[in-house]
């Protein structure tokens, strides 16, 4: 368990982040993260394919993994959200209240597990990645779109060096910016990171993707001119780089998608 066991859920999430109802930034999110998926995998299209979204809130990734061709669950604790993605998308798309330490699917279920800047919002992260690595299948895919406490500018409250700070000096600068009362977010080293997924076969694509944004239909974050800049130079800067890109197998596995301008690099596991 963590050291934020007394943190209390948080429920009814997008009602406080409107960026969880941006529908345009959210299927922008949504065509980056399946083109990575679809790399890792080395497949055109997720037909015939199991995914689960652990934080799907208002859905709209869950709704474009389904419109890929997978076979969709979409799981939160955010009820208002689950109540709009389900009546826009729940032909397409099976919505469940769920928390992700006690995901309602049976071991080895998905093929596709996606974890977009979650991990820092949950009570318990090693509980959450604990049974995600259960419910995904040999072989299958976690996507994760990942934070870390060296991010120079906190994307949640806009606020420079928040994450690095200990609790109670965060509490502080929120409280004396007007931001709030509670810096909530937890977020690991890069190290941390490492060992919070473990038991995964990980895979880098934070350079791949910085470095060729319009073959990962990144083009939302990432500028064009990036194509220019030299890999090593993305690779010296991954220690501030604010958001790393992982594929993370379940069992030693190599994406098998086609060559790309950069190679992924192996984290291990």
């Not at 982040?17 to 995998?41: G, N, T, W």
């Not at 791949?208 to 990036?226: E, K, R």
């Amino acid at each position: 368990m963590t050291d934020d066991q007394g943190r209390e859920e948080q429920l009814a999430y997008s009602e406080t982040m409107a960026k969880m109802l941006d529908e345009q930034a959210r299927r922008q999110k949504a065509a980056k993260l399946i083109a990575v998926v679809r790399h890792a995998l080395g497949v055109e299209r997720l037909d015939g394919l199991r995914a689960l979204d652990v934080g799907c809130s208002a859905g709209f990734i869950a709704d474009e993994l389904a419109l890929a061709g997978a076979s969709t669950t979409g799981v939160d604790i955010d009820e208002p959200g689950l109540a709009k993605a389900r009546a826009r998308f729940g032909e397409r798309v099976d919505f469940r209240v769920a928390r992700g330490e006690a995901l309602p699917s049976d071991d080895d279920t998905f093929d596709i597990v996606v974890l977009n800047h979650i991990y820092e919002h949950v009570v318990d992260p090693e509980a959450v990645v604990a049974d995600i690595h259960r419910v995904l299948r040999p072989g299958g895919v976690l996507y994760l779109g990942i934070g870390h406490r060296w991010q120079v500018l906190e994307p949640h409250h806009r606020l420079p060096f928040l994450s690095w700070l200990p609790r109670g000096a965060a509490d502080r600068y929120i409280w004396l910016t007007g931001k709030g009362e509670h810096y909530y977010e937890r977020y690991y080293t890069p190290a941390g990171l490492r060992r919070l997924f473990a038991d995964f076969d990980v895979w880098d694509y934070t350079v791949p993707v910085l470095s060729d944004p319009s073959a990962f239909a990144a083009g939302d974050n990432v500028p064009a001119w990036s194509r220019r800049v030299p890999p090593a130079v993305f690779r010296a800067a991954l220690p501030l780089v604010p958001t790393y890109v992982w594929a993370a197998f379940k069992g030693a596995s190599t994406p098998s998608g086609p060559a790309l301008r950069v190679a992924p690099r192996h984290l291990g596991s």
